[in-house]
């Protein structure tokens, strides 16, 4: 079972679920845009076993701040604030989509802090034809705010991104999402839990 606490950095509110054994290698785990850190439940279940699992909401989204200023480099300083603030000295590191790239990003400029680095269904650092997302009818659990940023962002990357991944020392697996996914394959943790768990764990 997962506690549930939230913590203050650099002045927003960041929520984040914590389970597994005491003293634990950290494993810090990053939801893709829209969603939470409850997307990660039942394979988060299977890694606390073994790790000690952080799943953070970032910023814009469930129970944590909306504070209105998004991109993906903000939360890249918030998963690094997020990191000093609890001591996490370095860290096992899964991303999946949007939460991939603050992934990345974060192990490409601090790889001093990332061991291993897990990167599922992530957009490659190239420019892509730009759409306009349409925003769900009813009540959001996210910032739709946020939603058009990091779209933004996504659809034209900054070059900077691709020309520093030279930079990532971590040991890094990278995780096929389906077969309507950029990336080809059939392994994501919602719709193949016990495929994306087993090569995970052996990764790790």
């Known amino acids: ?9 650099g002045g927003v509110r960041l929520v ?24 990660w439940d039942i394979v988060a279940a ?17 129970q944590g701040d909306w504070p209105g200023e998004y991109s993906l480099q903000l939360m890249r300083d918030d998963v690094l604030g ?17 939460g991939g ?19 599922e269904d992530v957009p490659i650092p190239h420019p892509r034809e730009q759409t306009t997302p ?22 034209t990357p900054d070059a900077g991104w691709l020309q520093r991944l030279s930079r990532i020392t971590a040991k890094t697996l ?3 999402g389906g077969p309507r996914s950029h990336v080809p394959g059939h392994l994501i943790h919602k719709s193949e839990p016990m495929e994306f768990t087993k090569a995970v764990l052996e990764f790790l």
């Open 101 to 119: 790239i603050v992934a990345y990003l974060l192990a490409e400029d601090y790889p001093q802090r990332v061991d291993r680095l897990v990167l």
């Open 174 to 176: 990278v995780v096929a």
């Open 134 to 155: 349409t925003r769900p009818d009813g009540k959001l659990t996210f910032d739709w705010e946020m939603v058009l940023a990091v779209r933004r962002q996504v659809d």
């Open 1 to 9: 079972m997962a506690d549930h606490h939230a913590i203050d950095v």
């Open 16 to 39: 984040y679920q914590v389970s597994g054994p005491p003293g634990a290698q950290p494993l810090v785990i990053l939801h893709a845009l829209g969603e939470d850190a409850t997307d």
């Open 46 to 62: 299977v890694f606390a076993r073994s790790w000690g699992v952080y799943a953070l909401d970032l910023r814009g989204h469930g």
């Open 82 to 98: 997020f990191l000093d603030a609890l001591a996490l000295d370095r860290v096992d590191l899964l991303g999946h989509s949007m």
